[in-house]
């Protein structure tokens, strides 16, 4: 009886195992600070990667000083003005977005 117990629990697992196997590449989506805030004046979103840069665009209506648009990126077709640095920022805030809206 507990070899049958075994076998059957030893069964269970390899099941549960192979249950867990992937059959292709899994890209993994960088993480970080990431802003969404859509503009009520040009119906744009703009994308910020820092808590800084959020507050100084919501308070002082000030966009980053570098920014990467892509016209037609958004959910409805809105463009999109992602906030860029020269470490590539707007490689990283691309990647969250499009993960995030299925992109």
């Known amino acids: 009886m507990k070899r049958f117990a075994s076998t059957i629990i030893a069964g269970c697992f390899g099941l549960l195992l192979a249950g867990c196997a992937t059959t292709g ?3 993994s989506v960088p993480t970080g600070e990431m802003y969404e805030v859509k503009s009520e004046k ?3 979103i ?3 990667g820092s808590s800084p840069s959020y507050v100084n ?3 002082a209506k000030r966009e980053p000083g570098t920014t990467l ?3 037609g990126f958004g959910p409805a077709g809105e463009t999109v003005v992602f906030e ?3 470490e590539g ?3 990283r805030l691309v990647a969250q977005y499009s993960a995030k809206y299925k992109k």
């Open 46 to 48: 703009y994308v910020l």
């Open 42 to 44: 040009n119906g744009r």
């Open 69 to 71: 648009t892509k016209v």
């Open 57 to 59: 665009f919501v308070k």
């Open 25 to 27: 590449s899994v890209a």
């Open 84 to 86: 860029a640095d020269k």
């Open 89 to 91: 920022m707007e490689n």
